[in-house]
């Protein structure tokens, strides 16, 4: 292995603490030690490392088509061919005759020479998508797939912390060092998780009343996903009328829609997140937009975000405005993934337009946001934390599950990845995150946050088996794991809402909130919904 010293470093690290030293190490990696140096060790982390190994080839075999199969088979042929000559060869040579035993040595030098000229072609010829798609499903492939490229692409803009080893190292190379990382014994994220109990900021005593309202809507973000009738059935079963019902989306506009309860003074407006491409095209215009507000205070946002959340207030602010303030209805915004970054911009606009409504101004504006990117600058999103107006709770609460990426994808992260990518530990890019550095510009989760843990999966071959779950609560730059992104196997899946549904109900009912529904692992909404309908039955 090849050390690398900071003068392979370009100029990044004057501003670096004294006590970071660079130690980054790039290694060759040869295909015996696929598995990564974290699986180095004892014969259990060999035995995981030829796990891996064979999980690999067998999953990139299988997705292989016959013609590669054949191509790989005809180099392991010549070589074999070529083995059995130069035994024979070196056997005739030495006792002038080839004979049976010498016969037996080249046939067992060929059959040799077959199998590792095979496994030498598979793992010679793997593209960074088959990697990716033996380790990962189908989403999470694709999105990882484009991470390295996304890096170079925006190298300069990934943050103020930003350094590059100075030779170039293929995308292969990076997104194999990344799955070493995260596919072996160690857990994604674990050293950063290691370090919340010295955080002073965090705390496991995560009120009740956060959890109940987070299961409260959870079922309105989720709505959003689904047909109009779906939607409606949703807000019936809640008592809610629906007054707005925006179904479709258009690139800058995603789907959503506005209810209210006249009894409460309540109106709940759902935004939907990422599902068709009009809505991909939102994610990605990812450049970071300034604006003056007008309580008089600066936002840097996501700019796709924030036009989002421009259309939205365009379609509904003139009914929030002129009929349900004037009646002293309280506003809470939610949504998922796309649809909660664009929740918190829009409960951040309108606060800073409540003021210029005067007397009449809506009594309370939330927002719960499940999933959401990180979406505006570090002073506005710690603003999304103190209490709303007319309320104890935060104006914005952000739920995180677990390895969910999405929260942790901004340009900052993007950079780390990117240095975990060409060599870096954990260990280091956790002290570049922890050094509290950061420009303006950069993006972070707005609001207050609990993040919830999984410390348990569920047994599967039990039915009915839960993951244990619990709950911490902080801002988002009090958690060491949202420093930083790793290319983690569950990145995507605890993405998905039935994932927040379980965890939230698992750890609400630990702390003595009433749940509903008792939670099922991997249920789908429309099961979950009747289940639902169903208790609700039985108790009418």
Not at 275 to 280: F, G, M, S
Not at 451 to 462: C, I, M, N, P
Request: hydrophobic share 45%; aromatic share 6%.
């Amino acid at each position: 292995m090849a050390h690398v010293g900071s003068s392979r470093f370009g100029g990044g690290m004057a501003w670096a603490p004294a006590r970071l030293t660079p130690a980054w190490r790039v290694q060759t990696l040869v295909p015996h030690s696929f598995a990564g140096a974290v699986l180095r060790g004892g014969p259990t982390r060999r035995l995981a490392e030829a796990v891996t190994i064979d999980r690999m080839r067998k999953e990139i075999r299988r997705r292989r088509s016959t013609m590669e199969k054949l191509k790989g088979w005809r180099y392991a042929l010549t070589l074999s061919v070529f083995a059995v000559c130069a035994v024979a060869w070196a056997v005739r040579r030495l006792r002038g005759r080839l004979g049976k035993s010498g016969a037996l040595a080249a046939s067992a030098a060929g059959a040799f020479g077959f199998v590792v000229a095979a496994r030498r072609w598979e793992l010679k010829t793997i593209s960074t998508e088959e990697l990716l798609k033996a380790f990962f499903p189908g989403p999470a492939a694709e999105l990882f797939a484009r991470l390295p490229q996304a890096i170079e692409t925006l190298k300069g803009r990934l943050g103020a912390d930003e350094l590059y080893i100075a030779e170039k190292v293929d995308a292969f190379q990076i997104v194999r060092r990344l799955i070493e990382l995260s596919c072996g014994q160690r857990k994604p994220y674990s050293e950063a998780r290691a370090l919340l109990d010295q955080q002073s900021s965090v705390s496991m005593e995560v009120e009740p009343e956060k959890l109940a309202l987070g299961l409260q809507l959870l079922p309105f973000a989720e709505a959003t996903y689904e047909v109009d009738d779906v939607v409606k059935e949703v807000c019936r079963e809640r008592h809610q009328e629906v007054l707005i019902l925006e179904g479709v989306s258009k690139p800058g506009s995603p789907a959503h829609f506005l209810c209210f309860n006249h009894e409460k003074k309540l109106a709940i407006l759902s935004i939907r997140g990422t599902k068709t491409p009009a809505d991909a095209l939102t994610d990605l215009a990812g450049d970071i937009e300034e604006r003056n507000l007008e309580d008089g205070k600066k936002l840097s946002a996501h700019s796709g975000f924030l036009t989002a959340a421009d259309s939205v207030l365009a379609r509904v602010k003139p009914v929030i405005r002129d009929l349900l303030a004037p009646l002293g209805y309280s506003l809470l915004v939610t949504g998922h993934s796309l649809g909660a970054s664009t929740a918190s911009l829009v409960t951040r606009l309108l606060r800073a337009e409540m003021a210029s409504w005067g007397s009449e101004g809506i009594s309370s504006v939330s927002c719960v946001a499940f999933a959401p990117c990180p979406c505006m600058d570090a002073k506005n999103a710690s603003d999304c934390a103190k209490a709303s107006e007319g309320g104890d709770a935060p104006m914005v609460l952000s739920f995180v599950c677990n390895d969910d990426a999405v929260p942790r994808i901004s340009m900052q992260n993007l950079g780390r990845l990117s240095l975990l990518g060409k060599g870096a530990s954990v260990e280091e890019v956790l002290q570049l995150a922890l050094a509290n550095r950061r420009r303006s510009s950069d993006q972070h989760v707005p609001g207050a946050v609990v993040v919830l843990h999984q410390t348990e999966e569920a047994d599967s071959k039990k039915e009915g088996s839960l993951s244990k779950w619990t709950a911490w609560r902080g801002n988002a730059p009090d958690f060491p794991e949202m420093g930083y992104l790793e290319l983690a196997p569950k990145g995507i899946s605890h993405h998905m809402a039935p994932v927040y549904r379980e965890a939230l109900a698992v750890v609400a009912a630990a702390r003595g909130v009433a749940v509903d529904v008792a939670p099922k692992a991997d249920e789908v909404f429309e099961d979950w919904l009747g289940r639902y309908a169903a208790c609700a039955d039985e108790k009418a």
